[in-house]
């Protein structure tokens, strides 16, 4: 199963502040697209998710996990529309011989109170700097803002 303790990301997006629209509590349902090794990935999931921030930093709650994020966004001028959240998170950790690194790339349009988009989440599994396993997901999230700012 996929590790759920706070760290903080750092990511692209494409606009200059965060939309305000994307704050407040969110009832998000992710269910997995595709995957070359479904049987490690969650086939469906069910979480509230508290967005809040500001400026570039978008912190991330999840109520269910009780992870936490700090996300901070850099912007992308050339693709302001202020609908959109799209960051990218690396992770890497060491388990004895195996360096696991973990990525993810989450992309989110904004549409009132539903946001749509899709996860993407990579593993890669490496013995001694030489990969030997990658395992892929990608979901198709949707949030419906239960409460905050619109």
């Not at 998000?28 to 930093?57: A, C, E, Y």
Request: no cysteine; hydrophobic share 35%; aromatic share 10%.
């Amino acid at each position: 199963m996929l590790d759920a303790r706070a760290e903080t990301l750092k990511g692209g997006a494409v606009y200059d502040v965060i939309p305000k629209g994307f704050f407040g509590i969110w009832h998000v349902t992710s269910k997995m697209q595709s995957s070359n090794n479904p049987r490690i990935f969650n086939k469906l999931s069910v979480d509230i998710w508290n967005l809040s921030g500001g400026g570039n930093v978008l912190i991330l709650e999840n109520s269910m996990t009780g992870a936490k994020s700090s996300i901070q966004i850099e912007s992308d001028l050339d693709k302001l529309d202020g609908k959109t959240l799209k960051f990218n998170r690396r992770k890497e950790k060491k388990e004895g011989k195996y360096t696991f690194v973990e990525k993810e790339s989450p992309e989110f349009v904004l549409d009132g109170n539903i946001f749509r988009g899709f996860d993407t989440f990579i593993i890669e599994k490496y013995e001694n700097n030489k990969l030997i396993s990658k395992d892929i997901v990608k979901y198709i999230v949707i949030g419906q803002k239960i409460s905050g700012e619109r």
